[in-house]
């Protein structure tokens, strides 16, 4: 029988110490959305992101979010973006359009810039239920979203580097002494 193979394993590890991050956050429902960033920069700063290593954009509401996470992901200063925001259902169809052009723009500013941008927009049917996801019964998603970056920017790291891949090894070392984008 043939030797088991053995896959090379690239996993972000859960150190935020020397990564930089942007979160963009917005006001409309800020009950919800304050909650939900005190919780991502509590994650990002007990794994042990540094004092001026977090930069915080307000916008007003969540379908603003992905141009200011676009904006902040061109900047180039950041390992990884968080965006933050609340849509609670209503009794027209808005919810919808504001849902589905948050989480679409996003993932465009995600996939155009090559920069992880955390989706930590919490779309619910009713306050309740954002309450629950915002420090409650359903834990923190802030807290979620910013383990989700750390993990995002390490691996995005070692994916640029080429590490987990001997072949590579060359290009890892040229890469090693400019880790971060500039
Ligand atoms: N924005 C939200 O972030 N959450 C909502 O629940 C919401 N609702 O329900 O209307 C909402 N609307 C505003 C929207 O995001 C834009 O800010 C606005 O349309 C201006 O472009």
């Known amino acids: 029988m043939a030797e088991k193979l053995k896959p090379g394993k690239i996993g972000g590890e859960l150190s935020g110490s020397g990564l930089r991050f942007g979160i963009v956050v917005s006001r409309f429902n800020s009950f919800i959305t304050d909650r939900l960033l005190a919780a991502a920069v509590d994650a990002l700063e007990r794994a042990g992101a540094a004092d001026g290593d977090v930069d915080v954009a307000h916008v007003p509401g969540a379908f603003e979010l992905p141009l200011a996470a676009k904006k902040m992901a061109a900047t180039g200063r950041h390992d990884a973006l968080i965006a933050i925001g609340c849509v609670l259902r209503g009794a027209t169809s808005h919810y ?87």
């Open 96 to 182: 919808d359009y504001v849902c589905s052009e948050t989480a679409r723009g996003l993932q465009l500013a995600q996939m155009d810039s090559g920069l992880p941008i955390i989706f930590c927009v919490l779309t619910c049917d009713t306050l309740e239920q954002a309450i629950d996801r915002a420090g409650l019964k359903s834990g923190n998603k802030g807290f979620e979203a910013g383990l989700a970056a750390i993990e995002m920017a390490q691996l995005s790291r070692k994916l640029r580097r080429g590490a987990g891949d001997s072949r590579s090894a060359g290009s890892a070392q040229a890469a090693a002494g400019n880790p971060r984008r500039k």
